[in-house]
Nanobody
Framework: QVQLVESGGGLVQPGGSLTLSCEAS????????MGWYRQAPGKQREMVAV???????NYGDSVKGRFTISRGNAKNTVYLQMNSLKPEDTAVYYC???????????WGQGTQVTVSS
């Protein structure tokens, strides 16, 4: 079992920045990758960014060049630095992990990001 707790969401103006954090606890030794997903009202959940235990990253097309995913030194924390935010980035952002036994089966409670003037 892995527990995930996100933080850092909020309201920001277009063009602004936010940093999301996610801390994993429990069976963290089984984590192969950590990632961020988001879901806007009326839309399907989509991948934002993922990072493997080896540091390989992958980004959704809509955030490339604006968002950066990174992991903390303890490897059980993942961050999402979001720059040049747009209204279309408004969504609930979820942290998830890929583990050996449950691929992308653990999710945090989500944190709301609202981009609006």
């Amino acid at each position: 079992q892995v527990q995930l707790v996100e933080s850092g969401g909020g309201l920001v103006q277009p063009g602004g920045s936010l940093t999301l954090s996610c801390e994993a606890s429990g069976s963290i030794f089984s984590i192969n990758a950590m990632g961020w997903y988001r879901q806007a009202p009326g839309k399907q959940r989509e991948m934002v960014a993922v990072i493997t235990s080896g540091g390989i990253t992958n980004y959704g097309d809509s955030v490339k060049g604006r968002f950066t995913i990174s992991r903390g030194n303890a490897k059980n924390t993942v961050y999402l630095q979001m720059n040049s935010l747009k209204p279309e980035d408004t969504a609930v952002y979820y942290c998830s992990v890929d583990t050996s036994d449950v691929p992308w089966g653990y999710w945090g409670q989500g944190t709301q990001v609202t981009v609006s003037s």
